[in-house]
């Protein structure tokens, strides 16, 4: 993980969840259509950028030995050290930023990474936090809602807004009842889910 000096200036936080090429290019749940919130995401970041928030993205990466492999079937995807662990193209600019940390994932919660906890705890003044990426009704939501649970165990007033327009999941058509619930289950969290008016 890059150093960022001193974590405690940030007041706002973008996360971008799991944008690989193992979602958006190739490899077993790799789907094309998750490309198409890109362009709302870049829009996103650069907002984040030009306020000097903390932007994080987060890497889906697994080993062989990874659990939740096993758990979901065996599904082999995102493995270290190969392209799908790695950030989709369109994104990669932006993972040299000043205010960037990059942080790898082994579960399907952001949260649980213990790099993230690492920068939660230092992040003492964060008062707004923006969630975009996929998968939606997996990844997104997981972290999303342990975000939300490690902020009331500590007594963190922390607004935590999805951004709709800039969140996918794959085979997104047959899983809309998944992402219709993770959406409920979010709102009954308190997470807002908002997107930008036309």
Not at 11 to 37: N, P, Q, R, S, Y
Not at 79 to 105: F, H, Q, R, S, V
Request: glycine share 6%.
């Amino acid at each position: 993980m890059k150093k960022i000096k001193n974590l405690k200036v940030y007041e706002g936080m973008l996360i971008v969840v799991d944008m690989v090429k193992g979602f958006t290019d190739e490899g077993i749940l790799h789907d094309k259509a998750i490309k198409k919130i890109i362009v709302r995401q870049k829009e996103i970041i650069e907002e984040s950028q030009r306020k000097g928030h903390l932007i994080v993205f987060i890497k889906d990466t697994h080993d062989k030995n990874s659990t939740e492999l096993k758990r979901f079937g065996n599904v082999g995807h995102c493995m270290k050290g190969t392209n799908e662990a790695e950030l989709t193209e369109e994104l990669k600019e932006y993972e040299d930023m000043n205010n960037t940390i990059i942080i790898e994932k082994n579960s399907t919660s952001f949260m649980e990474a213990p790099q993230f906890r690492k920068v939660m705890k230092q992040v003492q003044n964060i008062q707004d936090i923006n969630i975009i990426g996929c998968c939606s009704d997996i990844c997104v939501i997981n972290g999303a809602m342990g975000l939300a649970n490690y902020c009331d165990q500590w007594n963190r007033e922390v607004e935590i807004k999805i951004h709709e327009d800039a969140i996918a999941t794959f085979d997104e058509e047959n899983r809309q009842d998944y992402t219709n619930a993770a959406k409920l289950l979010g709102k009954q969290q308190g997470i807002q889910y908002v997107k930008k008016i036309a």
